[in-house]
């Protein structure tokens, strides 16, 4: 999986926990609430802000039919932007209130923890012989079941939990999880001093309000 990919999940898990998978949502919720750079850049192994915005802008251009953005006019303007000598990868934040749709076929994919989870090739790429898959599927029209608990939340089948979004410590995988057992940091939020609360940067080792030790690498 690429970043692409990896923020796609984050995006689902992130909506799944407020119930919004069927709902359209401004395309700002997705850089500044749903998956912010700053708390998730090693999750999204991003090397910079710029690669960060380049991933938003690719999203939010609908590749690899992940989401869909309207009106079209700007969704298509996504596109020409990316295939230019010269990208401005922060364009989309002119458009703060284009309202984005998820892909049903693919956040269910994602949701029931399938290693690959984007939407089938369109019609004619696939070998002759093979049946057709079912065409891309928007949740403005379809909603998605809703999945309960959070997005750690996995049911036994005796396989390797997820990996935390902080520490990258793997989690259990048969039961519920509120805190990672390796930096004891909740599934989803801000990153916080475990010893008086206040929001950290992911690599900082040392808390700079309080001076203790963040346990974070």
Same mark, same amino acid.
């Given at each position: 999986?690429?970043?692409?990919?990896?923020?796609?999940? &984050? @995006? +689902?898990?992130?909506?799944?926990?407020?119930? !919004? /998978?069927?709902?359209?949502f401004p395309a700002a919720d997705v850089y500044e &609430? @749903? +998956?912010?750079?700053?708390?998730?850049?090693? !999750? /999204?192994?991003?090397?910079?802000?710029q690669d960060y915005e380049m991933t938003? @802008?690719?999203?939010?251009?609908?590749?690899?039919?992940?989401v869909r953005l309207e009106p079209d006019e700007i969704r298509e303007g996504f596109q020409r932007e990316i295939t230019g000598v010269n990208p401005d990868p922060?364009?989309?934040?002119?458009?703060?209130?284009?309202?984005?749709?998820?892909?049903?076929?693919?956040?269910?994919?994602?949701?029931?923890?399938?290693?690959?989870y984007a939407p089938p090739p369109a019609p004619g790429s696939e070998p002759v012989d093979e049946p057709e898959e079912e065409p891309i599927d928007y949740t403005s029209e379809n909603p998605i079941p809703v999945v309960s608990g959070t997005a750690f939340e996995?049911?036994?089948d005796?396989?390797?939990?997820?990996?935390?979004a902080y520490c990258g410590g793997v989690l259990p995988g048969d039961r519920k999880v509120n805190f990672c057992p390796h930096c004891g940091q909740p599934?989803?939020?801000?990153?916080?001093?475990?010893?008086?609360?206040?929001?950290?940067?992911?690599?900082?080792?040392y808390c700079i309000a309080c001076g203790r030790s963040t346990g974070f690498e």
């Amino acid at each position: 999986m690429d970043e692409l990919d990896l923020m796609f999940g &984050r @995006l +689902v898990e992130m909506l799944a926990q407020d119930v !919004r /998978l069927a709902t359209p949502f401004p395309a700002a919720d997705v850089y500044e &609430r @749903l +998956v912010p750079y700053r708390s998730n850049r090693s !999750r /999204l192994r991003v090397a910079t802000h710029q690669d960060y915005e380049m991933t938003v @802008l690719r999203l939010l251009a609908g590749e690899r039919g992940y989401v869909r953005l309207e009106p079209d006019e700007i969704r298509e303007g996504f596109q020409r932007e990316i295939t230019g000598v010269n990208p401005d990868p922060a364009i989309f934040r002119n458009f703060p209130d284009s309202q984005v749709m998820i892909n049903r076929l693919a956040a269910e994919r994602f949701l029931r923890g399938e290693s690959i989870y984007a939407p089938p090739p369109a019609p004619g790429s696939e070998p002759v012989d093979e049946p057709e898959e079912e065409p891309i599927d928007y949740t403005s029209e379809n909603p998605i079941p809703v999945v309960s608990g959070t997005a750690f939340e996995i049911e036994g089948d005796g396989r390797p939990g997820p990996q935390c979004a902080y520490c990258g410590g793997v989690l259990p995988g048969d039961r519920k999880v509120n805190f990672c057992p390796h930096c004891g940091q909740p599934p989803s939020g801000e990153l916080r001093c475990p010893a008086c609360g206040v929001e950290v940067d992911v690599g900082w080792a040392y808390c700079i309000a309080c001076g203790r030790s963040t346990g974070f690498e």
